[in-house]
Nanobody
Framework: QVQLVESGGGLVQAGGSLSLSCTASVRTADFDEMAWYRQAPGFPRDLVASITRTDSTIYADSVKGRFTISRDNSKNTLYLQMTNLKPDDTAVYYC????????????WGQGTQVTVSS
């Protein structure tokens, strides 16, 4: 079965930086799309950034210019580099992968906590 494991979360001050990693038990090159989502208390789970097989990217307006999503297929790892962090970035960040064969498959990591203090 497919496993996605996030790491790199922690506590940082506003204006600081963090880098998150998501390591897959399968080839990340085989995902049609990978993404980072986040969920803060009282809010729905929102898309932060996504990347396709062809490296097209989409970012939420709230993180444009501050976050960068990338993938290293040789390491089967997805990354999210976060800079100029704000308290509103505080959330559990989830790694997501999607594949399409005979049907659509969605895979989720367990999440990693990011807390930004003011």
């Amino acid at each position: 079965q497919v496993q996605l494991v996030e790491s790199g979360g922690g506590l940082v001050q506003a204006g600081g930086s963090l880098s998150l990693s998501c390591t897959a038990s399968v080839r990340t090159a085989d995902f049609d799309e990978m993404a980072w989502y986040r969920q803060a208390p009282g809010f729905p789970r929102d898309l932060v950034a996504s990347i396709t097989r062809t490296d097209s990217t989409i970012y939420a307006d709230s993180v444009k210019g501050r976050f960068t999503i990338s993938r290293d297929n040789s390491k089967n790892t997805l990354y999210l580099q976060m800079t100029n962090l704000k308290p509103d970035d505080t959330a559990v960040y989830y790694c997501h992968g999607m594949t399409k064969q005979l049907k659509v498959w969605h895979y989720w990591g367990q999440g990693t906590q990011v807390t930004v203090s003011s």
